[in-house]
C-alpha cells in the first residue's frame, strides 16, 4: 500500500487551488497556511482521506484574520470579563466598522486643520453628564486612577479607607497601582468601619485628594460603616471617587449601584469609570469633573500613553447618542418575556432532545457590578453533556452547569440569537 503521507497534497499546491483564492485574498497566506497544516497533519493521521484535505481546508477556514471567536453569552453573567465584557451595540460595530479606515479623528474638514481628538466622544459625554465641567477619555478605569494620582498625588498623599484598598479580576490591585505612580497612600479606618473623623483627621497639608472606591466586586455586611461622597466632599481637598461600573445616571434596575452624575451632584471633583461594564461600551476610561483637574490630568505627558484609539472613540460616542445598548437590555429583559422565549425554543427543541426543560435562573450583573444583585431569570435546561458540546460548537455556546444541568440562561442571549442556539443544540444532541 503506498505511503498515505506520500498522498497527502501538499502545502504550495493547496495554496494555489482556486478553491482557497478567495480565502486567501481575505484572512491572509499565513492563516491558510495554518489551517493547511492541520489538515494535512489529519491526513498524515488517518483522521480524514488525502483526498478530503482541500475541502477540509475549506471547511475549516476561519470567518476572520484573528483567533478571537464571536462566542454566544448564555452564562447569565451580564458583564462577563472572560467573554469580553459588554457587547458592542449594532451602533457601536458600525461606528467602529466607520472608522476603521481613514476618518477625521483629529481633523476639521471644514477648515482643513488639525482638530481636537476625539472631540466627538467627548460631546457626547458631556451632553450625558451635564454635572461635568470636562470629561476625558482614558484606555481604562485603572489608567483613569493612575493618571489622577500621576497628574495630582506625585510625592503627595491620597487620603483612602482602609475598607476600599481593592483587587479587581486579573492585575487590578488599588494599592499597588495607585503607589506605583509616586503617591503615598495614607490610609484611614479599618476594613469595616471608616468615619468621617478618620478621613479629617489624616487631611493636611500634604494631601492630594481623598479617593472613595466603589466596592464593585464584594460586600461586606454586619458591623459596618463608610462614609459617603457627599460628605467626604465637605472636606478641605478634591475628593476623587471611582464608581467602577460606568454608570452615566442611577439605573432602576440597580438601585444600589453608584452613578456618575449623583456622584457629582454629591460634590466629587473627579469621577472614574470603566467603559465597558454597566455603561456597555467598549474598554476605556471615562474621567468627569472639575475642568481644571480634567485638563491637568489630560495635559499630563504620560495622558499620552493612555490615549484611546479611533475605534474606542467611535465605539464610545455611539454607545452613549445611540439605542439602548445589550448590557442594559439584558439587565431591563422583563421575566415574562425571558420565559417566553425560553418556552419557544424548548418547544422547537422537543423532538430532537426530549430532556429539554425550562427553569427558573438568576443572573448576575458581574464583572466589577452590583455583586449584591440577584436578577430573575429564566434558562433552557439540557443534560450535563451538552456543556462542552456546546462551548466546542460554532459559534461557541458558553452556559453554566448546575446540579448536572446544562444551563443556558435567557437574560445573557440576544433574542436575535435564539435560533441560532437552538440550532446549535439540535446539532448537539
Ligand atoms: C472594574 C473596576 C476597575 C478597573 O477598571 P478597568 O476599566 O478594568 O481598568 C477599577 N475600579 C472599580 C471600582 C472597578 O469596578
Same mark, same amino acid.
Given at each position: 500500500m503506498a505511503d498515505p503521507r506520500r498522498q497527502v497534497p501538499r502545502t504550495d499546491v493547496l495554496l494555489a487551488a482556486p478553491e482557497l483564492r478567495s480565502g486567501i485574498a481575505h484572512l491572509g497566506r499565513a492563516v491558510v497556511k495554518g489551517i493547511i497544516r492541520d489538515a494535512q497533519e489529519r491526513a498524515r493521521r488517518g483522521e480524514i482521506a488525502p483526498g478530503e484535505v482541500l475541502a477540509e481546508v475549506r471547511r475549516t477556514l476561519p470567518g476572520t484574520a484573528s483567533s478571537l471567536q464571536p462566542v454566544i453569552n448564555a452564562t447569565g453573567i451580564i458583564v462577563h470579563t472572560n467573554l469580553g465584557r459588554a457587547p458592542l451595540s449594532a451602533a457601536a460595530v458600525d461606528a467602529v466598522v466607520t472608522a476603521a479606515g481613514n476618518t477625521d479623528v483629529e481633523f476639521d474638514l471644514s477648515s482643513g486643520t488639525r482638530a481636537r481628538r476625539g472631540r466627538g466622544a467627548r460631546e457626547a459625554l458631556l451632553a450625558a453628564v451635564p454635572e461635568a465641567g470636562d470629561a476625558h477619555v482614558v484606555n481604562n478605569n485603572a489608567a483613569a486612577l493612575a493618571l489622577a494620582a500621576l497628574a495630582l498625588a506625585q510625592g503627595r498623599e491620597i487620603v483612602i479607607s482602609r475598607g476600599e484598598l481593592v483587587a479587581i479580576g486579573d492585575g487590578f490591585r488599588l494599592p499597588e497601582l495607585m503607589e506605583s505612580t509616586g503617591a503615598r497612600l495614607r490610609e484611614v479606618g479599618t476594613t469595616n468601619r471608616t468615619t468621617l473623623d478618620d478621613y479629617a483627621s489624616a487631611v493636611g497639608e500634604n494631601t492630594a485628594f481623598v479617593l472613595k472606591v466603589h466596592p464593585s466586586n464584594f460586600a461586606v455586611t454586619g458591623f459596618v460603616q463608610s462614609v459617603d461622597a457627599a460628605a467626604l466632599s465637605a472636606l478641605d481637598v478634591p475628593l476623587v471617587v471611582d464608581v467602577g461600573s460606568g454608570l452615566l445616571r442611577r439605573d432602576s434596575a440597580l438601585p444600589r449601584e453608584p452613578d456618575v452624575r449623583s456622584t457629582l451632584r454629591a460634590g466629587a471633583a473627579l469621577v472614574t469609570a470603566s467603559g465597558d461594564k454597566l455603561l456597555g461600551g467598549p474598554q476605556a476610561g471615562l474621567i468627569f469633573g472639575d475642568a481644571a483637574l480634567v485638563q491637568r490630568l489630560a495635559r499630563h505627558p504620560l495622558a499620552r500613553a493612555l490615549r484611546t484609539d479611533k475605534l474606542t472613540l467611535a465605539a464610545l460616542e455611539a454607545t452613549v447618542c445611540g439605542p439602548r445598548p445589550p448590557v442594559s437590555q439584558a439587565l431591563h429583559a422583563q421575566l415574562a418575556d425571558l420565559r417566553a422565549r425560553a418556552d419557544d425554543m424548548a418547544a422547537q427543541l422537543r423532538e430532537a432532545e426530549p430532556n429539554v426543560g425550562v427553569v427558573d435562573s438568576t443572573a448576575m450583573v458581574g464583572g466589577g457590578g452590583a455583586p449584591e444583585e440577584v436578577l430573575p431569570s429564566v434558562a433552557l435546561s439540557l443534560p450535563e453533556r451538552y456543556g462542552p458540546a456546546l462551548r466546542l460548537g460554532t459559534p461557541p455556546i458558553v452556559g453554566r452547569v448546575s446540579d448536572r444541568r446544562c444551563l443556558l440562561d /435567557?437574560?445573557?442571549?440576544?433574542? /436575535?440569537r435564539d435560533h441560532q442556539v437552538v440550532l446549535a443544540v439540535r446539532g448537539a444532541s
Open positions: /435567557l437574560r445573557t442571549i440576544d433574542p /436575535l
